[in-house]
């Protein structure tokens, strides 16, 4: 008997047009043989449909309309309505990145429900997704470096603009220019800017800020960007060869990069010694276990000229997209698409 997916998709964050690209990839390599599939999406205000439409429509975000009903979700059993069909998901499939739903906030909701959610749950979610909390947990468990780093909170401005210059000052201290300005609780490098001048930096944390009220100042790495996909099934961890991404003519690995241009290209695996890649993979579970991961997450480091790994940060909902990293990274060791779907399901059944 086929096992029942709830797809979700969309959602209130930024990175809703990625969720879109993410959920499409899925529909298109998942089991239809092995799984009943359904589609939970979400607009950018919250309404949450059950969408029984053309998949195609949602990567050009033209879903919301003809196919849509009404959904909703009862705690007590985990049943789901919609119309005049009732039905109870064994696991749920969450294709939605960034805020409301990376945070572990849909996590929690339908753990309350009793339903099984593939990834990580709704604390270590949490907490990874809280850049700042996630490098002081795997500097403090595995010792791995992390950038220097300055936290503004929005409570602590509300001076206005002396009150801000104040942290501005602080981080010239510590570490100086170029520095980055990122929310410390926001994906896809929404909100985040290279500062190379006093002038730039007001702009850049009143944009953060804008994001999240929780800003992280850091010191600039210097070095190439590496990242590395993890996979743990029921206590059996496999990490894949990392990749590198060579940013190009861009400043950083920023949210046009990622998805809209083709600025940045990558090479897989890594271009650095055979040693350097197998010690990154072991900083990379590490770091997974201390946060108390499970199912799967992207661990993204630097590794600077002096070959000294950096953790950036850990994506516990990484991009599905056709241009995802981590299903490129998993297919390279071996395990493809359709199958990576398939063992992340069988995380939780």
């Known amino acids: 008997m086929k096992k029942t997916i709830l797809i979700l ?15 499409t990839g899925v529909l298109d390599n998942i089991d239809r043989d092995k799984y009943d599939v359904r589609l939970c999406g979400i607009t950018r205000e919250g309404r949450m449909f059950l969408y029984g439409g053309d998949p195609a429509r949602i990567a050009s975000d033209t879903w919301f309309g003809d196919g849509c009903l009404p959904l909703a979700l009862d705690l007590s059993d985990g049943t789901l309505v919609a119309g005049g069909e009732k039905f109870r998901p064994d696991a749920v499939l969450p294709m939605i990145h960034g805020k409301f739903c990376e945070d572990g906030t849909m996590q929690g909701l339908f753990a309350v429900a009793g339903i099984p959610v593939v990834g ?10 809280d850049k700042a909390a996630a490098k ?3 500097a403090h468990e595995t010792g791995v ?4 780093t300055v936290v503004v909170k929005a409570r602590a401005v509300r001076g206005g603009d002396a009150e801000i210059l104040k942290f501005r000052e602080e981080a010239e201290r510590a570490f100086g220019y170029p520095m980055f300005v990122k929310p410390s609780r926001a994906g896809s490098s929404v909100g985040v800017t290279k500062v190379k001048t006093p002038e730039a930096f007001l702009p850049a944390l009143k944009a953060a800020l804008a994001e999240d009220s929780k800003v992280l100042v850091e010191e600039a790495i210097r070095g190439r960007e590496v990242e590395v996909a993890v996979l743990e099934e029921r206590g059996e961890i496999t990490v894949a060869h990392p990749a590198e991404i060579d940013t190009g003519s861009a400043e950083f690995y920023d949210y046009m990069t990622k998805y ?11 271009r650095i010694p055979e040693e350097k890649q197998n010690e990154v993979r072991r900083y990379a579970e590490a770091i997974f276990c201390a946060l108390d991961c499970r199912g799967f997450a992207r661990v993204d480091f630097f590794l600077t000229p002096e070959g000294e790994f950096v953790f950036n940060e850990i994506n516990t909902l990484p991009g599905f997209t056709p241009i995802s990293m981590y299903p490129k990274m998993m297919v390279n060791d071996g395990i493809s698409y359709s199958e990576l779907i398939d063992r992340l399901i069988g995380t939780v059944l």
Request: with cysteine.
């Open 260 to 270: 809209v241009t083709d600025a940045s290209s990558f090479y897989l695996p890594a």
């Open 120 to 129: 990580c749950d709704c604390q270590s979610s949490a907490v990874c997704m």
């Open 145 to 148: 470096r992390v950038a220097k």
């Open 136 to 138: 002081e947990i795997a």
């Open 9 to 23: 998709f969309g959602g209130k964050s930024s990175e809703y047009e990625v969720s879109l690209s993410s959920a």
